[in-house]
C-alpha cells in the first residue's frame, strides 16, 4: 500500500507565503512523475505544478513566477514553495504522483490540504 501525506497548508495573508510538502511511503514503489494540483470551490481541479524525473518542471500560467516545485528523491517528498499568494489562490491542494507500485503505474493522490488566502 502507498499513501501520499501532505503538509503545509493553512490561513495566509495576501502576499505571504507558504510551503507544502507531500511524502510517498510504501513498499516497492518508484516514482515517475510528482506534482500539486488544486480545486477551489464550485471550479475544476487544475494543475498548478508538476516535476518529472529529470527535473524539469511544468507550471500553470497563473503561478508562474510566484510558485516553485521541487522534489527530495531520497525522501520521495515533493514540495511547493508558494510565494506572492493572492486570494485566487485559495482553494484545497493535492499531492499527486505517478508511480509504478508492484509492478503497476498509476495515479496516486493526497488527502488535500487547505489553503486560504485572506486579510
Known amino acids: 500500500q502507498v499513501q501520499l501525506v501532505e503538509s503545509g497548508g493553512g490561513l495566509v495573508q495576501p502576499g505571504g507565503s507558504l510551503r507544502l510538502s507531500c511524502a510517498a511511503s510504501g513498499d516497492r514503489f518508484s516514482i515517475h512523475t510528482m506534482g500539486w494540483y488544486r480545486q477551489a470551490p464550485e471550479k475544476q481541479r487544475e494543475l498548478v505544478a508538476a516535476i518529472f524525473n529529470g527535473g524539469s518542471t511544468n507550471y500553470a500560467d497563473s503561478v508562474k513566477g510566484r510558485f516553485t516545485v521541487s522534489r527530495d528523491n531520497a525522501k520521495n517528498t515533493v514540495y511547493l514553495q508558494m510565494n506572492s499568494l493572492k486570494p485566487e489562490d485559495t482553494a484545497v491542494y493535492y499531492c499527486?504522483?505517478?508511480?509504478?507500485?508492484?509492478?503497476?503505474?498509476?495515479?496516486?493522490w493526497g488527502q488535500g490540504t487547505q489553503v486560504t488566502v485572506s486579510s
Open positions: 499527486n504522483a505517478e508511480l509504478t507500485v508492484w509492478g503497476i503505474r498509476r495515479n496516486y
